[in-house]
């Protein structure tokens, strides 16, 4: 079965930056598991997922602006340290989850610095401005359960959530 809208796909990836550095990996663990094109990937990738069968091994690279885009200069911002009192381990960085009670809607930051009186944070996706090169095995495709196309996602047998959509 080729990869399409979908299908259930289990693969093992390696994902580096330009540098050669690798920032995630799924050697050693189980395969990620995710439902083509329900927006659980970037939708580049997606892109160089479909068509592809079980036992096909490749290299993908995506550029910024086909991945996080280009870091944003305004979305630094310096915030009053109080505002951060709650976090006794506060470290640059450090990911923090904040919501918005206006719309209670949720937002990663980035510690990006801590002062006197501020905290620098950085609302950019972690990996903004940078070269993805993705290696890339698919050790399985099939067709996804009622309860999964009801769903839009996959789930394991204790109905955790395996895969969502990217932030």
């Known amino acids: 079965m080729q990869i399409d809208d979908n299908a259930v796909v289990s693969m093992h990836y390696s994902l580096s930056n330009g540098h050669g550095d690798v920032i ?3 050697q050693g663990q189980l395969p ?12 580049s990738l997606e892109r160089e997922l479909t068509g592809k069968l079980a ?15 280009y870091a944003n200069e305004e979305l630094i911002k310096q915030l009053p340290k109080e505002q951060f009192s709650h976090i006794s381990d506060l ?9 918005h009670s206006e719309n209670e809607k949720a937002e990663m930051l980035t510690i990006a610095d801590i002062r006197e009186d501020s905290v620098i944070v950085d609302l950019n996706h972690p990996l903004a401005g ?3 090169h993705f290696v890339i095995a698919i050790v399985a ?10 769903q839009g996602f996959t789930t394991d047998t204790n109905g955790s959530v395996i ?5």
């Open 130 to 132: 940078q070269v993805l």
């Open 24 to 26: 995630d990996s799924s």
């Open 32 to 43: 990620m598991v995710y439902m083509h094109n329900t927006n659980a990937l970037l939708p």
């Open 163 to 167: 895969s969502t959509a990217t932030d």
């Open 91 to 99: 470290a640059v960085g450090m990911r923090v989850k904040v919501m």
């Open 141 to 150: 495709v099939r067709e996804p359960t009622d309860a999964e196309l009801a």
């Open 55 to 69: 036992g096909n091994n490749f290299e993908v690279v995506i550029y910024p602006e086909d991945g996080y885009g």
